[in-house]
């Protein structure tokens, strides 16, 4: 038999940070509680790792991009399910014949599950975007939809523009899916995303911060306020922590190109990147780059030369990436990290004019690095290139950057790692699986 609440809801919650709440209120009388995360501390790599309960060495995800050799192009924010190696954490419970929902999860696109919702634009070849959900069952978006009475607000989830409505739509979309007999899933998976934007443009210790954690709050109460008459015990979680920006990013590219081990090409008066040359390049990737180079005496050259550049605070080898727990062969040849207080940014270019088209707009997929500049408005409607203007950033893990998880489960599991939670979820969903 059952138990009354015999389904789970885990939420991953953006830059909850354990430093962030610690001194605030937990949600519904549920404390805040600490655990390390994994690292790199990005999205994609923790929410691979806590769905699949085993670190980016063997998930595949080790950054929110990463570099093609075969294509020579870098790649970013790819949504294909197919990235991520490994068992998941429901698998056992979905051959038994539980449902698993995922909305608005990272690489959730063609994922064995029975329900998933998200964004999946067209870009028009003339310009300008249609805005769209990919959703599984098919009339799963426009049905939410009508219910929620607006469709999501694409321009609210990423951009100059970025705020609590994506948040707000997610959780309301959430809500709408938990209630519904018919759809909600054994185990439900939700992303909220909005604290991520005024860290990252403010920094951690800002009022815009303090303000946009309030908002968080509210809507993480209201998911488990819903939770409980739908039948669902929840399970929140930072995916990093933010750390305050006090020190100009470095410029690993410039670096490189410098010492003559990046190609670039000039198309009119822009310099746009020549993969198909370089000898060594960095994608960068908030504190982390993942460089890539072509032999090994390159990549001895490119790690001497980053370790002499500004603002590079570590450069990891085969050994260090290992020893991290990222040493997929088909992964970096080297790592980066920038001095505590700085972050890595992509640019190889020095003078203005010689940035290539997409500098100034929200390209994310082009870009062959992560841009938080794309979080502030340039001229409109161009975003800014000012570098400046970056008040958080993440990338780092450890005990100093640990991040914060709440609950309902009685009793509560105790992890003191991300993946440990992942387990407990695990084991909690299978467990309830075989009393039912």
Not at 37 to 54: D, K, M, N
Request: hydrophobic share 45%.
């Amino acid at each position: 038999m059952a138990s009354e609440r015999d389904k789970i809801l885990v939420v991953s919650a953006a830059a909850l940070g354990w430093d962030l709440v610690r001194e605030t209120p937990g949600i519904a009388s549920l404390p805040w509680r600490r655990m390390e995360t994994v690292f790199p501390a990005l999205t994609c790599p923790v929410q691979a790792s806590f769905r699949t309960e085993a670190l980016p060495c063997f998930n595949g995800m080790e950054g929110n991009g990463f570099f093609d050799r075969r294509l020579q192009r870098p790649f970013f924010w790819e949504q294909s399910a197919e990235l991520v190696y490994g068992r998941r954490i429901w698998e056992g419970a979905r051959a038994a014949g539980r449902r698993v929902g995922m909305l608005f999860w990272q690489q959730s696109l063609g994922e064995a599950v029975d329900l998933v919702l998200s964004p999946r634009p067209i870009h028009r070849h003339h310009g300008g975007m249609i805005v769209d959900c990919l959703s599984r069952p098919d009339a799963l978006y426009a049905d939410l939809c009508r219910a929620i009475g607006r469709p999501f607000p694409l321009m609210r989830y990423w951009g100059p523009m970025a705020s609590r409505a994506s948040s707000a739509w997610i959780v309301e979309a959430t809500i709408r899916v938990m209630r519904d007999p018919d759809l909600a899933p054994d185990l439900l998976l939700a992303y909220v995303p909005h604290l991520d934007y005024d860290l990252q443009r403010f920094g951690p210790d800002s009022p815009r911060a303090a303000r946009a954690l309030t908002e968080a709050r509210a809507l993480l109460e209201r998911l488990v306020e819903a939770a409980g008459p739908a039948g669902y015990e929840v399970v929140i979680f930072g995916d990093y922590a933010m750390a305050p920006v006090r020190r100009p990013p470095a410029f690993p590219n410039r670096a490189l190109r410098e010492a003559g081990l990046m190609a670039v090409r000039r198309v009119r008066r822009s310099l746009y990147p020549d993969f198909f040359h370089s000898r060594a390049f960095v994608v960068a990737d908030h504190e982390v780059g993942f460089v890539v180079t072509r032999t090994p005496a390159d990549a001895a050259e490119a790690a001497a030369c980053l370790r002499a550049a500004p603002g590079i605070g570590q450069v990891m080898d085969r050994e260090d990436q290992r020893c991290a727990g990222i040493d997929d062969p088909d992964g970096a040849d080297l790592v980066v990290l920038a001095e505590e207080g700085g972050w890595i940014a992509y640019p190889w270019w020095t003078e203005a004019a010689e940035a290539p088209d997409y500098a100034t707009h929200v390209d994310i997929h082009n870009k062959p690095g992560y841009d938080p500049c794309e979080l502030f408005f340039g001229l409109p409607p161009r975003v800014s290139t000012d570098v400046r203007k970056v008040g958080g950033t993440h990338g780092r893990a450890g005990p100093e950057r640990a991040v914060a998880w709440a609950t309902t489960l009685d009793p509560a599991p105790e992890p003191a790692h991300v993946m440990s939670l992942a387990k407990a979820v695990q084991d909690r969903l299978e467990a309830k699986t075989c009393r039912a």
